[in-house]
């Protein structure tokens, strides 16, 4: 222990070493994840900035304030905290969607006097990736809007199953701050099929707006990169579609 050093300082600057450790790992082992993990979040980031003035797009830069936070606690080594973060970036992302299309709500949930509901978020009949929401904005995603709603469902559940220590899920979890290739893998897989989702949500709200402005040579290659296996997608943008096939995810 140097000289003006606590027992605390010890102990804390001890947990930041493993962590430099731990994100060596992580950067050396899965670099190639976290490099498309964060070219998502710069392309929700151009959707963002498309939409710099709107009501809703605070929850939106509030969700990916939070994936970055999430990005962090999983390359040193904080996979519950990643998990539980992924799973703000997922809400906090279809509640601007929501709220693009329900002012009054947005305004009642910012003065804390209603509350978000992921579940009616996904509702089949009424949520933001509903065919009857979706059409209203886009016909062409509404073609595929229900596949990623799925994939939604299933990683805010993965996600879900961590914060509430189901033991299905926790038992990876190394005991201390360690670097685990498995859990930060599985991680990533969650997080890369959340962002995928936000962003084609993004293109199937605002995309037929967006799409045909002054953003559309920054946006539009976003959706061809993710999206361009969809053929819905593909005669939206333009593109040739034969023999073109895909799925959400």
Request: charged share 20%; aromatic share 10%.
């Amino acid at each position: 222990m140097t000289t003006g050093q606590t027992t605390i300082d010890v102990h804390l600057l001890g947990l930041h070493s493993q962590a430099e450790v731990n994100i060596r790992s992580a950067t050396g082992g899965h670099g190639r994840g976290l490099g498309q993990l964060l070219q998502l979040d710069l392309d929700i980031l151009a959707w963002e900035k498309a939409l710099t003035g709107r009501p809703e797009t605070g929850q939106l830069t509030a969700a990916r304030r939070e994936l970055g936070f999430a990005i962090y606690a999983a390359s040193i080594g904080l996979y519950l905290h990643a998990y539980a973060g992924l799973r703000v970036f997922l809400e906090l992302s279809f509640a601007s969607v929501y709220f693009s299309a329900n002012e009054l709500h947005r305004r009642r949930w910012v003065a804390d006097r209603a509350d978000f509901s992921w579940s009616a978020a996904l509702d089949e009949n009424d949520g933001v990736m509903s065919r009857p929401f979706v059409q209203e904005f886009s016909e062409t995603a509404a073609e595929d809007a229900q596949k990623f709603a799925k994939v939604a469902a299933r990683c805010y559940r993965h996600c879900s199953q961590f914060i509430h220590g189901k033991l299905a899920a926790t038992r990876l979890l190394p005991e201390t701050l360690d670097f685990s290739s498995v859990v930060l893998a599985d991680w990533l897989r969650t997080a890369s099929d959340s962002a995928s989702v936000v962003l084609f949500l993004l293109y199937a709200r605002y995309g037929d707006e967006l799409l045909s402005g002054p953003h559309q040579d920054r946006l539009a290659p976003t959706v061809e990169v993710w999206f361009g296996h969809l053929e819905e997608v593909r005669r939206r943008l333009g593109l040739p579609i034969e023999g073109r096939e895909g799925n959400a995810g």
